[in-house]
């Protein structure tokens, strides 16, 4: 899978690779066979939600350009499966799902494996976490409309976002955003598709 769908496609940052060749994807999506949970695409975990492909996750991991001594926000927590990737490549991560009975399945299974740099909350994460902001990373793994605004004020100077945008459900843009002091400097990274960011205060 690292070899050939996240390496032959660019993707260089070798703690992300390593990271992705020793966590047991198929771990996370219990009930597949091995060629489904490390096949090139995403698979349904249940509740209508996704695993992210294997090279979205590889992309938005090495986008963060993790060192290991950042605190790390996820939006999204879905299968957990991005979450181990971020606990391998960052000091601390916190982690948000609106479903919980996903946030339970992932919790277990983190724990299982051992992860004992990972908070968990059952929620909606679109207004972020700010009793731990701010926050050296955030990656968001659901579409939202517009970067919601909560969480650029909740990212700290010199802090990177990753989150898909766009209206469509089927085509959004993967987008970067760094904080620079009071700016925002904003990159178009690629075209994705993620299911949406729910936006309860919003009403959709
Ligand atoms: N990275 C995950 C992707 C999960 S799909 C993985 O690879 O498994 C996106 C997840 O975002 C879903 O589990 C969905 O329930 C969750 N989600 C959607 N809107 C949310 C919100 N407002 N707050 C927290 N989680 C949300």
């Known amino acids: 899978m690292v070899r050939t769908q996240i390496q032959a496609r660019g993707i260089h940052d070798e703690g992300v690779l390593e990271a992705m060749s ?6 996370f999506v219990s009930g597949t066979s091995a060629f489904e949970a490390y096949g090139d ?14 090279y979205m ?7 963060l ?10 939006i999204g927590t879905g299968s957990g499966y991005q979450t181990a990737v971020l606990a391998e490549l960052a000091a601390e991560v916190y982690t948000v799902e609106l479903v919980p009975e996903l946030l339970e ?24 976490w ?15 409309p517009s970067v919601p605004r909560p969480l650029t004020a909740q990212l700290g ?14 085509y959004q843009t ?21 299911v949406p960011l729910v936006q309860k205060a919003r009403g959709y």
């Open 41 to 54: 695409f995403p698979l349904s975990i249940g509740h209508g939600q996704t695993i992210s492909q294997p």
């Open 130 to 144: 700010p009793e731990h902001a701010p926050y050296d990373r955030i990656l968001v793994a659901a579409a939202a």
């Open 22 to 27: 020793r966590i047991p994807r198929h771990r």
């Open 174 to 194: 993967l987008m970067v955003v760094r904080r620079i002091g009071n700016r925002l400097d904003t990159r178009e990274s690629i075209g994705c598709r993620f």
């Open 57 to 63: 996750v590889a992309l938005m991991s090495e986008e």
């Open 157 to 170: 100077d010199n802090g990177i976002l990753v989150i898909p945008v766009g209206d469509s459900r089927n």
């Open 105 to 128: 399945r992932s919790r277990r299974l983190l724990e299982e494996l051992g992860y004992t740099n990972i908070r968990y909350r059952s929620g909606d994460g679109s207004a972020g």
């Open 65 to 74: 350009r993790l060192l290991g001594i950042e605190r790390c926000l996820e």
